[in-house]
């Protein structure tokens, strides 16, 4: 009996070890993150490959140049990318054959890929000019949430689109969440219908959010898959909840779009890299008081998804991260 009480209190001792070892190391690597606003120090350039000349690179701070910025993070998307790519520029010079007011660029963030996503996104510059479509190069992989954040940082649109690599959601259903903008902004600037005839309204000066959501897909999508990923996908749910707070049903839904007003504020502060950044977008969003507007859109599976199970452990440490941060005031807000 002595050796069994011996046992349980050593396996007890091995778990408040563990405890204290676990929460140590997230109050140091959140404190490490303090000041991680800049990420990637190296400043971003666009290089036009038919002059090999290097561009001039805009800043979220500067005047919008264009009325879209379509940002799209790839990582290892030799095969993905060229389909989705072609949709979207179609869809785009569609517009822009309608519209002569309707400018556009797409900016590829090749995330250190390892495979020929550099050579198929230069072929998209080539054909289509480095007004219309830029790249930047990380170098090496820093996660999708850092890739997000350096396209925001140097787009040039009113309203700036962060959607997939794998064209899982339709490009048009942009106009789903660009007129939801519209509108909203409309009401609360008390502009009316003439909006659009008023010189001095511009979209990119009203701070708003719009999230693409799967979440009418959900009760088709949990007959569909099996019991475990449930189990994972409403434990994931209940820690954003408990993290972020209520608001928004899907945060993950890789198909968002900003002001540019928005856009400044929040990419400014964005310290995860990869999976959850989507939550911290959801929390700063609340703590800058801007609007959050969710929008069904229309998705699709697509085979070659980056998300596997041994992605729960990382997204789980950085909500961890997330909420020590801020919670303690380690991490601060740039206003």
């Known amino acids: 009996m002595g050796f069994l009480w011996t046992m349980v209190e050593l396996l007890i001792a091995l778990i408040l070890i563990a405890v204290f070892v676990l929460v140590s190391t997230i109050?140091?690597?959140?404190?490490?993150?303090?000041?991680?606003?800049?990420?990637?120090?190296?400043?971003?350039?666009?290089e036009d490959p038919n002059s090999l000349k290097q561009v001039p690179c805009p800043h979220i701070s500067d005047p919008a140049e264009k009325y879209i910025s379509l940002i799209i993070p790839a990582y290892n998307e030799e095969h993905r990318l060229p389909g989705a790519l072609e949709e979207m520029v179609n869809y785009l010079q569609q517009r822009a054959a309608k519209d002569k007011s309707f400018s556009y660029e797409?900016?590829?963030i090749d995330d250190g890929s390892a495979d020929g996503t550099k050579r198929v996104a230069f072929d998209f510059v080539r054909k289509y000019t480095v007004d219309k479509v830029r790249v930047i190069l990380l170098g090496r992989n820093h996660g999708k949430g850092e890739a997000i954040r350096k396209g925001m940082l140097h787009s040039r649109g009113e309203l700036l689109l962060m959607l997939d690599a794998d064209g899982a959601t339709k490009v048009n259903d942009l106009e789903k969440l660009e007129d939801q903008i519209h509108a909203f902004a409309r009401k609360e600037g008390n502009y009316g219908d003439s909006a659009s005839r008023n010189a001095s309204f511009r979209i990119s000066d009203i701070p708003i959010a719009a999230f693409g959501s799967r979440a009418h897909l959900e009760e088709k999508a949990l007959a569909a898959r099996k019991w475990y990923r449930n189990f994972l996908m409403k434990g994931f749910h209940l820690v954003v909840l408990l993290?972020?707070?209520?608001?928004?049903?899907?945060?993950q839904c890789g198909f968002k779009m900003f002001t540019?007003?928005?856009?400044?504020k929040l990419f400014k502060n964005i310290r995860l890299k990869r999976w959850c950044f989507d939550v911290e977008l959801v929390f700063l969003c609340k703590w800058f008081n801007i609007p959050m507007i969710e929008i069904s859109v229309n998705w699709s599976e697509i085979p070659g998804s980056k998300v596997n199970p041994l992605s729960i452990p990382n997204m789980l440490w950085e909500l961890a991260l997330m909420s020590v941060g801020y919670r303690t005031r380690m991490w601060t807000i740039r206003t």
């Open 106 to 108: 797409v900016v590829i």
């Open 260 to 264: 540019r007003a928005a856009a400044r």
């Open 27 to 46: 109050f140091f690597e959140a404190y490490r993150r303090r000041n991680n606003h800049t990420h990637v120090e190296a400043t971003a350039v666009f």
């Open 243 to 251: 993290t972020a707070g209520p608001g928004i049903r899907d945060t």
